[in-house]
């Protein structure tokens, strides 16, 4: 009884507070509760943080000078400070911000905590009508899910670093933690690793577009520093080697390791049965696993069937189907993927693939799969049913090459449906599964942008903003707190920084401002 009590009780604290007229904050906040009165900034105003919280004090040093060019110093002492970054945990919430007419607090126990209530404050104040008009407002807040990711293929158009940068600020803005990175694919290979140096000397030339393109891709010095760029911002980074399908641009440097393919997708797959493919990939994934210290990589295991001909008819791999008792070529597939995991788990990183290997016989404790196909469910359900962690990421709606409004010319849609900004803010998890056991293994929602329809930086941003405004509440705020039109009402004053930061965005409320660019 008194846990439906309590959940009564946060269900009208989120109901009712979220409706105060201040509150531009996306996501919503937990709790916002509209004080009288407001604070007044300026530049020379005093900042204090313990040690611990050093670097997210620069942070916000670095944010006010960059958005409202003031200017901030060290304070010695809290007693003198306007901006207090106090370190004390808070038995309910991951951090508080408290807005005073004299000072503003914020209180958490750990850096990330302290982090998200400096981009709650600093919302607030770019959305104020005057930095002497930031509302007096008190924040309590914590994400109801913990994993908020966008996913962006590189393969089939390269953006480089400041790209990058660009799209882990504005996910740092709406408090989303991972960055889903997919480097290599059929148009090309976009890491560098020095062992293997033709993969980029030669995988990394072309695009979706044009397969002569120029070679480009992220030396290692670029990850360590997008890798360091991402973890200020308190995003994990995790990198997609994409196997043993979609391998062409890695095959076209190393075609020793090629499996075959298709006529329409050739050379697509790793070869399955050679010793030296394994040791191949097995050397490129510890290069991968130094570069990326958050020990998660996705070894993708999608779409294997579109580049398998070759597999059919090869007596190596027919050999192998008949010395494993594999009664049809996905057994081939899983095998693959179960001899890769191996690796990965002797080199102590998690294990994450699309939901086509959720029929692999993975380590329930270091594997997470990925959702994608909306039109399987049954591949999301057999994957909570083993119990697997799993983010939930179907193309409808949370594919963004799909358009976002129905006369769209470039981008997909799948039988009428694509991924317009209220479904993907209403998007429930409930109608999923109602099962309270299968819900807690799903660990949140991810974003996906792939990029055969995108290769300009207008047309990426046109893609995703406002729709990342859109993904990050639904990953943040609790169904039940979640209104779209109040979310709307919000968006509105987002989409003034979105206009001062030079972003070509879809405009919901008047989509003649920027026009459809050309893909």
């Not at 302290?114 to 407002?137: K, T």
């Not at 994450?352 to 404790?365: I, Q, R, S």
């Not at 987002?494 to 930061?501: R, S």
């Amino acid at each position: 009884m008194k846990k439906h009590i309590l959940t009564l009780c946060l269900f009208l604290l989120i109901s009712g507070i979220l409706a105060g007229q201040n509150n531009t904050v996306i996501p919503a906040p937990l709790v916002f509760v509209q004080n009288t009165g407001y604070f007044s900034i300026a530049s020379g105003c005093k900042v204090s943080a313990p040690a611990a919280f050093k670097r997210e004090m620069h942070f916000l040093q670095t944010e006010l000078l960059r958005y409202k060019h003031l200017t901030t110093t060290f304070a010695a002492s809290e007693k003198e400070a306007v901006i207090i970054l106090s370190n004390k945990a808070s038995k309910n919430f991951l951090y508080e911000l408290q807005i005073l007419k004299n000072k503003v607090i914020i209180t958490s126990g750990t850096d990330t905590g302290i982090f998200y209530g400096i981009i709650s404050f600093l919302q607030l104040v770019n959305n104020a009508s005057s930095l002497q008009q930031i509302p007096c407002a008190t924040i309590k807040d914590s994400p109801s899910m913990p994993w908020r990711g966008i996913m962006r293929d590189e393969s089939r158009h390269f953006f480089g670093v400041e790209k990058v940068k660009s799209i882990l600020d504005w996910m740092a803005y709406y408090k989303l933690n991972k960055f889903h990175w997919h480097l290599t694919d059929e148009p090309g290979w976009r890491i560098e690793i020095k062992q293997y140096p033709n993969l980029t000397n030669i995988g990394g030339i072309g695009n979706f577009s044009d397969k002569n393109a120029e070679a480009r891709y992220y030396t290692q010095q670029d990850i360590n520093e997008i890798v360091q760029y991402a973890h200020d911002r308190k995003i994990e980074v995790i990198p997609e080697i994409d196997m043993p399908g979609h391998a062409s641009a890695a095959n076209r440097a190393y075609p020793e390791f090629s499996g075959g393919g298709s006529e329409k997708h050739p050379d697509f797959t790793f070869h399955p049965t050679k010793e030296t493919t394994y040791q191949y990939l097995t050397n490129i994934l510890k290069e991968i696993n130094v570069l990326f210290p958050d020990r998660m990589l996705h070894l993708g295991g999608d779409e294997v069937s579109f580049g398998i001909d070759k597999w059919k008819t090869d007596p190596a791999v027919l050999e192998l189907m008949q010395k494993k008792n594999m009664n049809d070529i996905k057994g081939v597939e899983t095998y693959f993927i179960e001899r890769m995991a191996d690796s990965l788990a002797a080199m102590n990183a998690k294990i994450l693939v699309w939901d086509e290997m959720v029929t692999a016989n993975l380590p329930l404790d270091k594997t997470i799969i990925f959702w994608w196909r909306h039109d399987k469910p049954e591949q999301l359900k057999l994957s909570l049913q083993k119990g697997y962690k799993t983010v939930v990421c179907p193309r409808i709606p949370y594919y963004f090459d799909f358009v976002q409004k129905e006369d769209h010319k470039v981008g997909r849609k799948w039988g009428g449906k694509f991924s317009d900004l209220q479904s993907i803010y209403n998007f429930s998890l409930k109608e999923l599964q109602p099962d309270a056991k299968s819900r807690s293994s799903i660990l949140g929602v991810q974003g996906n942008i792939w990029t055969e329809t995108i290769q300009t930086n207008d047309r990426l941003d046109f893609m995703l903003f406002p729709r990342i405004a859109a993904l990050a509440e639904s990953a943040w705020t609790p169904e039940e707190g979640r209104n779209f039109d109040r979310f709307m009402e919000r968006l509105k004053l987002h989409t003034i920084l979105y206009e001062a930061e030079k972003l070509y965005y879809f405009n919901p409320f008047d989509a003649g401002v920027h026009g459809e660019p050309a893909n």
